[in-house]
């Protein structure tokens, strides 16, 4: 997204030469996916990209405001475009770069020095981390009945054990039961239980540093997968119910009840915001300088305590 903010170029006229400078502001923000290369950085706009430029020249300045030339976490290549390897959460900020080049006049050979200034808004960003909330529904015989609750036992251990091998882990299992009024039919006993499923399970981060220093694709990979096991062992009860049961027991699974919402976290000192960063609505994005995230919600906070002033603080 491209904000043009153009000053007028200011002239100042010496002996034989014009110093042109014309500041153009351009607020570009980039998003880094954390860990990552950024894609090259352009050191001149569209319009200039078409003509000839003569003795061009480029300065990149970082967030610390120093000069990016010779770092060695940076690619700076010949014709001005930068790009950052490896990116880390500490490098999100404003980096600038000015560019100086002449034009030379045909008939009377005057050269004139021109600066323009554009700016990068790099923003380090993480996946958000995967949550699954699944709802199914049973018929029973009686709600007040001792075999709900060793059933809903029963049933939390079946779950387990079905993605145990995934790193994944059932949280927060409940069920209540509830009479429910069909159409054409009487009072039914129901059974409405719910959890979750996320990929943190006892071993995780030991499996994740086996792949990569960013494992959000790793752990959602694996919770995507669990939720599909869980699906297909749900939908699996109706054909058995229809095929392997002459009679019908009293406690069984009701078709199509099942239903899933995915629930995404950021990691601390990263968050959501769907205005400043719509760009990236999707994505937990570093935390701004004045703002901090001490742990796995969606949001960043605004620190009115003390002045922070670096990007993807975790405390205020």
Same mark, same amino acid.
């Given at each position: 997204?491209?904000?043009?903010?153009?000053?007028?170029?200011?002239?100042?006229? +010496?002996? #034989? +030469?014009?110093?042109?400078?014309?500041?153009?502001?351009?607020?570009?923000?980039?998003?880094?996916?954390?860990?990552?290369?950024?894609?090259?950085?352009? *050191?001149?706009?569209?319009?200039?990209? @078409?003509?000839?430029? %003569?003795?061009?020249?480029?300065?990149?300045?970082?967030?610390?405001?120093?000069?990016?030339?010779?770092?060695?976490?940076?690619?700076?290549?010949?014709?001005?475009?930068?790009?950052?390897? /490896?990116?880390?959460? &500490?490098?999100? /900020?404003?980096?600038?770069?000015?560019?100086?080049?002449?034009?030379?006049?045909?008939?009377? &050979?005057?050269?004139?020095?021109?600066?323009?200034?554009?700016?990068?808004?790099?923003?380090?960003?993480?996946?958000?981390?995967?949550?699954? @909330?699944?709802?199914?529904?049973?018929?029973?015989?009686?709600? /007040? %009945?001792?075999?709900?609750?060793?059933?809903?036992?029963?049933?939390?251990?079946?779950?387990?054990?079905?993605?145990?091998?995934?790193?994944?882990?059932? %949280?927060?299992?409940?069920?209540? *039961?509830?009479?429910?009024?069909?159409?054409?039919? $009487?009072?039914?006993?129901?059974?409405?239980?719910?959890?979750?499923?996320?990929?943190?399970?006892?071993?995780?981060?030991?499996?994740?540093?086996?792949?990569?220093?960013?494992?959000?694709?790793?752990?959602?990979?694996?919770? &995507?997968?669990?939720?599909?096991?869980?699906?297909?062992?749900?939908?699996? &009860?109706?054909?058995?119910?229809?095929?392997?049961?002459?009679?019908?027991?009293?406690?069984?699974?009701?078709?199509?009840?099942?239903?899933?919402?995915?629930?995404?976290?950021?990691?601390? $000192?990263?968050?959501?915001?769907?205005?400043?960063?719509?760009?990236?609505? /999707?994505? *937990?994005?570093?935390?701004?300088?004045?703002?901090?995230?001490?742990?796995?919600?969606?949001?960043?906070?605004? *620190?009115? #305590? %003390?002045?922070?002033?670096?990007? $993807?603080?975790?405390?205020?």
């Amino acid at each position: 997204r491209l904000h043009w903010l153009l000053h007028p170029p200011v002239s100042l006229r +010496a002996v #034989n +030469a014009v110093i042109s400078y014309s500041y153009s502001y351009i607020a570009v923000n980039i998003y880094v996916k954390i860990y990552t290369s950024s894609p090259f950085l352009v *050191c001149m706009d569209l319009a200039l990209s @078409q003509r000839e430029v %003569i003795d061009p020249n480029y300065l990149w300045i970082g967030p610390d405001g120093k000069n990016l030339k010779g770092k060695g976490y940076v690619n700076l290549t010949a014709t001005g475009k930068l790009m950052m390897k /490896g990116f880390k959460t &500490q490098m999100s /900020g404003s980096y600038t770069c000015t560019l100086s080049y002449k034009t030379i006049q045909t008939d009377t &050979q005057k050269e004139t020095n021109n600066f323009k200034t554009y700016k990068f808004m790099l923003y380090a960003y993480r996946e958000p981390d995967y949550t699954y @909330q699944i709802s199914v529904r049973f018929t029973t015989k009686e709600c /007040g %009945i001792e075999a709900n609750g060793q059933f809903f036992e029963e049933l939390k251990k079946i779950l387990g054990d079905l993605i145990s091998d995934l790193t994944c882990q059932v %949280i927060e299992p409940s069920y209540k *039961c509830h009479f429910v009024k069909l159409p054409k039919h $009487g009072l039914l006993d129901e059974l409405f239980v719910t959890f979750k499923v996320n990929p943190f399970a006892p071993g995780w981060e030991a499996l994740c540093s086996q792949f990569s220093y960013d494992c959000e694709d790793v752990t959602n990979s694996k919770v &995507q997968k669990a939720r599909e096991l869980i699906e297909e062992f749900f939908h699996k &009860q109706t054909y058995i119910l229809r095929h392997e049961f002459r009679n019908v027991p009293a406690i069984h699974y009701i078709d199509h009840s099942f239903e899933v919402t995915r629930i995404d976290s950021c990691r601390p $000192g990263f968050g959501k915001n769907d205005i400043s960063h719509n760009d990236c609505a /999707g994505c *937990c994005v570093v935390c701004d300088r004045g703002m901090y995230s001490p742990n796995n919600e969606v949001i960043c906070r605004t *620190c009115r #305590n %003390i002045r922070i002033k670096h990007y $993807g603080a975790k405390s205020c």
